[in-house]
C-alpha cells in the first residue's frame, strides 16, 4: 500500500510495533494490543480538541485535582477515554493519572503485567486558546509482589524511570503526532486524518548535539537558585534565542526535533519543581536519552530518581548533549 500523494508505503504504528516484535521472540501481541489502547484514546482526545470551539468542551469543570489545580472539560474527557480505552485490556493491571487522587486497580492477576501512568491533557492553560497540548504516557512491568492478591498496587508503580518499558507522547498540535521508545530508539507517527491512523513520519528520530533555542518560563528568574540565571546568561551570551510554550509536550518536541535545553527548575511557588515525575519527566527523560540526549532534575540523572509518589513533583532540565554539558558546569560545586 502506498501514500498517493508520494508513493511513499504507508507504516502505521500498529504495523510498525508488530513488525519491531517479531525481532524479539517470545514476546507475544499484548504490548501492540495496550499501545491501540493509547491510540484509540488518543484518537479520541483529538476529535474533541479539534473540534473544541464548536462543542460545549471548552471551560473549567466545577472541581480542583489532586495538584489543586482547576480541572478543564477537556481533561476530564481526556481522563475517561484513557480510562476507558486502556481499562479493557486485560494485560493492564494498574492506572495512575494526573487527574486522580489514587492509583485505579484493574486486576490483580499474573496476567496484568503492566502498569501505566499518564498526563491525559498536558498544557490544560493552552486549551482555550487554540496552543498545543498533549497527552504523556509511561508503560512499566508490574513488580511481582505487587501482583499478589492483597499487594501493594504503589509497588509497582513507584519504580524509577530506567525501569521504564516503553514510554509516548501525542501532541495535538498543527498536526497530531505520537512518538514513542521502546528502547530501541525513538519514532514517530503522524496521524493521517483522511485514513484515521497514525502513520511513520519521524524513523529513529534523533536529537542535534547541539540547538538554537532555550526555553524556560524567565517570568520566574527572580525566583530561580542563582546558577539557573547565569546559566541562561551565558546562552544569552551565546546568541541563543527563546521559545516557551507552556504545554511541557509542546515544548519537548521542539526540543528533540530541533536541539536546545528545555528547563523547569526549582522556584518560590515551587520549590521542588512544577512537573510531575511519573507521568511528565519520566516519559520525556526516556525519550531525550533514547534520542542521544540527557535529563536531570539538577543534580541527579531523572531516569534515577526513586520516586515516594504517585504525583511527586521535580526540577526538570533536559536537551542537547552541549547544552546539557554547558549546563553541568553551573551547577554549585
Ligand atoms: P498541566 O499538566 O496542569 O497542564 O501543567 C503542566 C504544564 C506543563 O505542560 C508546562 O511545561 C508547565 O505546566 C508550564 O508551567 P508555567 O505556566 O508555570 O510555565
Ligand atoms: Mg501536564
Known amino acids: 500500500?502506498?501514500?498517493?500523494?508520494?508513493?511513499?508505503?504507508?507504516?502505521?504504528?500498529?504495523?510498525?510495533?508488530?513488525?519491531?516484535?517479531?525481532?524479539?521472540?517470545?514476546?507475544?501481541?499484548?504490548?501492540?494490543?495496550?499501545?491501540?489502547?493509547?491510540?484509540?484514546?488518543?484518537?479520541?482526545?483529538?476529535?474533541?480538541?479539534?473540534?473544541?470551539?464548536?462543542?460545549?468542551?471548552?471551560?473549567?469543570?466545577?472541581?480542583?485535582?489532586?495538584?489543586?489545580?482547576?480541572?478543564?472539560?477537556?481533561?476530564?474527557?481526556?481522563?475517561?477515554?484513557?480510562?476507558?480505552?486502556?481499562?479493557?485490556?486485560?494485560?493492564?493491571?494498574?492506572?495512575?493519572?494526573?487527574?486522580?487522587?489514587?492509583?485505579?486497580?484493574?486486576?490483580?492477576?499474573?496476567?496484568?503485567?503492566?502498569?501505566?501512568?499518564?498526563?491525559?491533557?498536558?498544557?490544560?492553560?493552552?486549551?482555550?486558546?487554540?496552543?498545543?497540548?498533549?497527552?504523556?504516557?509511561?508503560?512499566?512491568?508490574?513488580?511481582?509482589?505487587?501482583?499478589?492478591?492483597?499487594?501493594?498496587?504503589?509497588?509497582?508503580?513507584?519504580?524509577?524511570?530506567?525501569?521504564?518499558?516503553?514510554?509516548?507522547?501525542?501532541?495535538?498540535?498543527?498536526?497530531?503526532?505520537?512518538?514513542y521508545t521502546t528502547g530501541r530508539g525513538v519514532h514517530g507517527f503522524t496521524l493521517d486524518p483522511s485514513v484515521g491512523a497514525y502513520v511513520l513520519s519521524h524513523e529513529h528520530i534523533r536529537m542535534p548535539e547541539k540547538g538554537k533555542y532555550y526555553s524556560i518560563n524567565e517570568a520566574y528568574r527572580d525566583t530561580f537558585p542563582g546558577h539557573y540565571g547565569q546559566y541562561i546568561d551565558s546562552l544569552r551570551q551565546q546568541k541563543y534565542a527563546s521559545r516557551y510554550v507552556g504545554s511541557l509536550v509542546a515544548d519537548f518536541h521542539r526540543t528533540l526535533l530541533k536541539g536546545g535545553v528545555f528547563l523547569y527548575p526549582p522556584t518560590t511557588d515551587h520549590p521542588h519543581g512544577k512537573l510531575r515525575l511519573l507521568y511528565e519527566a519520566n516519559p520525556v527523560a526516556f525519550i531525550a536519552e533514547q534520542a542521544g540526549g540527557s535529563a536531570t532534575n539538577g543534580t541527579t540523572r531523572i531516569l534515577d530518581v526513586q520516586p515516594d509518589s504517585i504525583h511527586q513533583r521535580t526540577p526538570l532540565i533536559l536537551g542537547s548533549q552541549y547544552e546539557m554539558s554547558q549546563f553541568a558546569k553551573f551547577q554549585p560545586k
Request: hydrophobic share 40%; glycine share 10%.
Open 1 to 179: 500500500m502506498t501514500d498517493s500523494m508520494d508513493q511513499r508505503p504507508i507504516i502505521t504504528v500498529q504495523q510498525y510495533i508488530l513488525r519491531e516484535q517479531q525481532n524479539f521472540p517470545g514476546v507475544s501481541g499484548e504490548f501492540s494490543w495496550l499501545l491501540s489502547g493509547i491510540t484509540l484514546a488518543t484518537k479520541m482526545i483529538q476529535a474533541k480538541v479539534r473540534r473544541a470551539g464548536l462543542s460545549d468542551i471548552l471551560g473549567a469543570e466545577a472541581t480542583v485535582n489532586v495538584q489543586g489545580e482547576v480541572q478543564q472539560r477537556l481533561d476530564l474527557y481526556a481522563n475517561s477515554a484513557l480510562l476507558h480505552c486502556l481499562g479493557v485490556r486485560d494485560s493492564v493491571g494498574v492506572l495512575a493519572s494526573e487527574e486522580n487522587d489514587k492509583p485505579i486497580v484493574l486486576r490483580a492477576s499474573a496476567g496484568a503485567k503492566y502498569a501505566i501512568v499518564f498526563d491525559p491533557l498536558d498544557g490544560s492553560s493552552n486549551i482555550d486558546v487554540n496552543v498545543s497540548v498533549g497527552t504523556i504516557f509511561s508503560i512499566l512491568r508490574r513488580t511481582e509482589a505487587s501482583m499478589v492478591e492483597g499487594g501493594d498496587p504503589l509497588e509497582g508503580l513507584l519504580q524509577p524511570g530506567y525501569k521504564q518499558i516503553a514510554a509516548g507522547y501525542v501532541v495535538y498540535g498543527s498536526s497530531t503526532i505520537l512518538v
